[in-house]
Structure formats: C-alpha cells, structure tokens
C-alpha cells in the first residue's frame, strides 16, 4: 500500500509539473537580466527550491525546446569547452505577453483550490 | 529507486538513456542525448573537486535517473505533437469534397514550396558534396588532406541539420533539433575512423548527391503540372468568353486572327478538366512532400540502435 501511496503521490506531481514547468520557465528567464542555457536554469531552480525542486531538471529541458519551437523563448548557441554547444535562452514579447496571461491563471487556479483545500484542511 | 546498477561516467548515462528511449523516433533521442550531455558535462565541470563518477552518483536525484528523463522527453513530445499540430480539419463527407480539400491543407502549399526550393538546394548540396568529396580525395596524400575531409564532414552534419530544419517545417516531418556531439577524448585517427564507418556520414553525402535530380524532378512536376492545369483552365474561360461576346481580341499574325483555344463546345469540358488536373497535381505535391520527409529521415538521422 505504502508503494502505491507513494506511486500515486509521484504521478500528482508529475502532472501538476505538466503545465507548472513552462510557467516557471519563463518566469526564470523574465526576471535574468542576462541570457541563461539548460544548466543555468537548472541550478536557479536548485537553488531556489533548497536543494530539491519538485521537478527533476531533465524535464526541464523538453519544456525549454517546447517554449522556443512555440516563440516564446528565442536562443543562440554557444560553444563551449565543457561539453557540446551551450544553447542560451532568452524571453521574447511574445514570450512576456504569454507570461503575464499565465500568471494569472495560476492566480485563479491557486486561489481556487486553496478555497478548498485550506478549508477542509482547517475543519477535520 | 531504482536498484539496477546507476550508471557511473557520462557515456553510461548516455547509454542508459538511450536504451531507455529505444523505440522513439530517432530525432527525439538525438535531442534528449544531446540537452543531457549539456547538463551532465556542465556539472562535472562545476564540481572538479569531485570525480565523475562521484558526480553521477548524485545525478539521479538531481537531473533525474535516466528512465524519468525518458519519460519526460516521452510526454512533452506527446503534448508537443498534440499542441503544434494544426487542429483537426473536418474531413468532408462528400468524395468530391474530400478530393478538393487539398487546397485547404496547409501541408500541400508548404510542400509546393519545398519543391520549388528543392532546386535551388538541390544544385548547392550536390556542388559541395562533389567539390568536398574530390577535394578531400585529391588532397589526400598532402597533410591537410585529413583536416579538409574532417572539415568537409562537419560541414555536411551542420547541413544535414538545417535541411533537417527546412523539412521539418515545411514537410511536417519530426527531424532533430540539435547536432549529434560527438564523443570526447578520442584520438584524431580514431576519429576519423568513426566518421568512416558511420553509415550517415554516407547516407547523408547520398542524400545531397540524390538531392540534385530530385530537386529537378519535383521543380519541373510543380511548374509543368500547375502550368498545364491553368492553362486549360485559363484558355477555356478566355474561349467562354470570347463567344459570349463579353471579351473581344485575340491575337493577331500578318492580319490574320489566329486563334489557338478550345472551340466553344470544348471549353466547358476543358475548363473541367484543367480543375481536376490541378488538384490531382496538388495531392501528387502533398504525397511527394510526404515521401520526401520520410526519405529524409531515414537518411539524414541516424538510426537510435547504432550506437555511437
């Protein structure tokens, strides 16, 4: 039972990750003043989230080629000695219009259900 | 997690990762292959106090274990698939219907496209292809006979990339985003071993060679079948209009009138048929822009079981 808990409570976050992802995302690169590539990104993540963000950073990568292939994102690539050519990512207009629209949804989808879940939370 | 034995270096990961996506379209595992070198190569290099396996170690929990990024490229392609698709057009009912909704079909002006520009890249890859492949034979005996040749084949994988680019946006065909990076820490002739024995380095010189006649070929199906068909349809309207006496004129040689369209009593049926070839050339252009990403891919991506 415990497994299935535990299973069921991994695919939740999976998909609440599922549209998160590309939020956050763009949110980072909104707020960089500079442009950012993968691991960059990655780390601000890392960093923010104490050390273990609710997504494991190899998601992130699909969501940022998903972002730029929808003109939200613009990028270069750079190379690097490290390892393959870096791709640097930056906001577009478009990129900021879309932010600012999902940004207030998450507001009216939070709000929402923490309308529910805070109070049932507080009754029982 | 998972038990099984985690991978401890880079190349490991890669093939875990790898084996992990096995199955999925070829494009799809070069771009996953290629953002998690990024991630991994980025990551031992900000750790250099530690080694790389040490590093790797820490890997799944951080960039995540290389089945849980496989799952990830799996349902983002799957959203992205769904997403970037064009909406489902109603399919008409009618067969009449379904045979005209050809020209609503943004795959059949986009192919069109491609095909005229087919020529045009046609004659490019076939001159740097033959120009690079002499070249590299008849420097060969010289020293920079190897460093062309390597030069020569880079040049074509960056070219395969954009012509990946130009398919994918115009043929619809899911082509890979990203280069395929090749391994690191190899010696220069064990590197050119492996470009010799790679099967795409030569598909994709084929392909380039093929690309010319090809190129020919559906330039003179798009001009040729679209010239014909609005001809036809342009010389019976004119020869409908003409009798009616709407339209006057003609052409005139030393005061003769000439005339070179249809009679009147074929115009109707002309006109008809010019309709009909025009459409049926543009599912030919739809079918061909299909075959072609589909050539495409099987020569310019390299196949996921073949390692490397």
Redesign the interface.
């Known amino acids: 039972v415990d497994a299935d808990t535990e299973r069921l409570s991994q695919k939740f976050q999976r998909e609440l990750n599922a549209g998160l992802v590309g939020l956050v995302l763009l949110a980072v690169l909104e707020q960089a003043n500079e442009d950012l590539y993968g691991y960059q990104i990655a780390k601000r993540l890392q960093k923010l989230a104490d050390g273990s963000p609710p997504v494991k950073q190899g998601a992130l990568y699909p969501v940022l080629r998903q972002l730029s292939a929808n003109g939200l994102l613009a990028s270069r690539i750079v190379p690097s000695y490290a390892g393959p050519p870096r791709r640097y990512y930056r906001i577009t207009g478009a990129g900021r219009a879309m932010l600012a629209q999902w940004r207030d949804i998450w507001r009216g989808t939070r709000d929402f259900v923490d309308g529910f879940t805070e109070a049932n939370g507080a009754t029982s | 997690m998972n038990d099984k034995t985690a991978p401890r270096s880079i190349e490991q990961y890669l093939a875990a990762l790898r084996a992990a996506l096995a199955g999925e379209d070829p494009a799809l595992i070069q771009?996953?292959l290629?953002?998690?070198?990024?991630?991994?190569?980025?990551?031992?290099?900000?750790n250099p106090g530690r080694s790389e396996s040490d590093t790797l170690e820490l890997i799944a929990?951080?960039?995540?274990a290389p089945e849980?990024?496989a799952a990830?490229?799996r349902?983002?392609?799957k959203?992205?698939r769904t997403?970037?698709a064009a909406p489902p057009r109603k399919t008409p009912r009618t067969a009449l219907g379904r045979f005209f909704s050809v020209y609503g079909d943004s795959r059949t002006w986009t192919a069109l496209f491609y095909m005229l520009l087919a020529l045009v890249t046609g004659i490019f890859y076939f001159t740097v292809t033959v120009t690079g492949l002499s070249l590299s034979a008849g420097l060969i005996v010289l020293i920079v006979g190897i460093p062309f040749f390597l030069l020569f084949v880079g040049f074509t994988r960056v070219l395969a990339l954009a012509e990946g680019r130009l398919v994918e946006g115009l043929l619809g065909q899911r082509m890979p985003?990203?280069?395929l990076?090749p391994a690191?820490g190899i010696p220069i002739l064990e590197r050119i071993k492996q470009m010799l024995v790679d099967r795409r380095t030569w598909t994709t010189m084929f392909y380039f060679l093929l690309m010319m006649p090809l190129g020919i070929i559906y330039f003179m199906i798009a001009t040729v079948g679209i010239c014909v068909s609005i001809g036809l349809v342009g010389g019976s309207i004119a020869s409908l209009l003409l009798t009616t006496g709407i339209g006057s004129g003609g052409f005139t040689l030393d005061d003769q009138s000439i005339y070179f369209g249809p009679s009147p009593i074929a115009a109707p049926f002309l006109l008809l048929a010019g309709v009909a070839l025009l459409t049926a050339v543009m599912h030919l252009i739809r079918a061909i822009g299909r075959g072609h990403g589909t050539l495409a891919k099987h020569l310019l991506v390299a196949r996921a079981d073949a390692g490397g």
């Open positions: 771009d996953a290629y953002d998690a070198e990024e991630y991994l190569r980025a990551e031992v290099a900000a929990s951080t960039y995540g849980e990024v990830a490229y349902t983002t392609e959203q992205v997403a970037l985003r990203r280069p990076y690191k």
